[in-house]
C-alpha cells in the first residue's frame, strides 16, 4: 500500500502543488519531496516577476523553482507565460509611456498591436528557451475569457484582447512550439471551466483555435472549487467535453474552500472550524479523486495550489471581501502539517480491480 500522495496515484497521473520559494524548504519542503512529483510556481514565473522592465529578465527566484524540480526529478508545470494580470504596465505602454489601449487613431492603433505581438512573442521564447529542459506543460495563456457574456470574439476585454485582438492568442502558442519544439506540451488554462456560459463559450473557443491551427496540447481546469459547487455531474461533463477535443487534460488549480461566495459561514480562526467541515470535505476529495482516478486515459496531471492550510490565496479574499474573518483550509495537509481526512480519503480513493 502506498504511504504518499504521489506513490498511490503513479499510475494515473502526477500529484503536484504551487509553491512560493521560500516552501522549497523546510517542512514544506519536506512535504513536497514525500507526496509530490510535480511543481509549479504560484507567482514567480508571471511576466510581472520575469521581465518587470522591457528586456530584464529576472530569473533568479523562477531558477530556484526550476533547480528544485531538477533536483527531486519532478516534473515542473510553467504558469504562466501570458496572462492579463501580474503582468508589468510597460507591456502595454507606447514609447512615450502612454497606455496603449487609450489610442484612437487606428493606424496607431495597428502599430501598437505590432509591438504588443513582438513583445509576447519575445517574452515567450527568451523563456521557454530557459526552461525547456525542465518544463513538462507551459500555461501559454491564462483566463482569456470571461465569466459572463464575452465580446463577439468570445474573449475577455482585456488589454491584451483590445490591443491585438485574437491574434495575441495565436502568436504565444506559435513563440512557444518555436522554441519548444514538439515536445513541449502547450496549454490554456482557466477557471470555472464547469459552469455555463463560461464552459461552452470556452468550448467553442478553443474548438475554433485548434480549426485555426493553432498548436494547443491541452487543456488545464484550475478547479477552485467548493464543498459542494460545481457538482460532480458538471465537473465530469467538463472534462470529457474538453479532452473529446482530443487534449490533454490538467487539473492545474485544485483547493476545495469551505465557504462559498462571499466567504460564509465565516470560522473566525481554524481552530474553531467544525470536524463535521472536514469530514464533508473529505467526501468530496474522495468522490473527485475517484472521478479523476475514472478519467486517467486523459487527465495526466492533478495540482493542488498550495501545499497545506497555513498558506492559502483563499485567504487573501476574506481579507479583501470579510475583514479577515472566514480561515479558509482547501488541502489535505492542516496548519500544522499533519494530514486531515481529506488526505486519507484520496489514499483510498476507489481501486482499480
Ligand atoms: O509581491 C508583493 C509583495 O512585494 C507585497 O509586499 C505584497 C503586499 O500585498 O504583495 C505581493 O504580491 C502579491 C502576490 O500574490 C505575491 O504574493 C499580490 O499582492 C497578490 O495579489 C498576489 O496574489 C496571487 C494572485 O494569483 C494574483 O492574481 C496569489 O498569490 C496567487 O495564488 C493567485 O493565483 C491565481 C493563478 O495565478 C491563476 N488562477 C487563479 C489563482 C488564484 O487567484
Known sequence: DADSMKERYEDSF???AAVELYQLEGVHGEILKRHYNSLVAENVMKPLYIQPEEGVFYWDDADQIADFARENDMTL????????????DWFFEDENGEPMVDETDPDKRAENKEVLLERIETHVKTVVDRYKDVVDAWDVVNEVIDDGEPNDEGLRESPLYQIAGKDYIRTAFEAAREAG???????????????NPKRDNLYS???DLLDEGVPIDGFGHQAHIQLDWPTLNEIEESIEMFAGLGLDTHITELDVSLYGWPPEPAYESYDAIPDEE?????????????????????????TFWGIADDHTWLDDR??????????DAPFVFDTDFNTKPAFDAIMDAYEEE
Open 77 to 88: 508545470r510553467y504558469h504562466t507565460l501570458i496572462w492579463h494580470n501580474q503582468v508589468p
Open 278 to 302: 472536514f469530514e464533508r470535505q473529505a467526501d468530496r476529495y474522495n468522490a473527485l479523486f475517484n472521478l479523476y482516478e475514472r478519467h486517467d486515459d486523459d487527465i495526466s496531471n492533478v
Open 205 to 207: 473557443l478553443v474548438e
Open 14 to 16: 502526477d500529484i503536484g
Open 181 to 195: 519544439g514538439e515536445d513541449a506540451k502547450l496549454f490554456i488554462n482557466d477557471y470555472n471551466t464547469e459552469i
Open 318 to 327: 476574506a481579507e479583501e471581501y470579510n475583514d479577515g474573518v472566514g480561515k
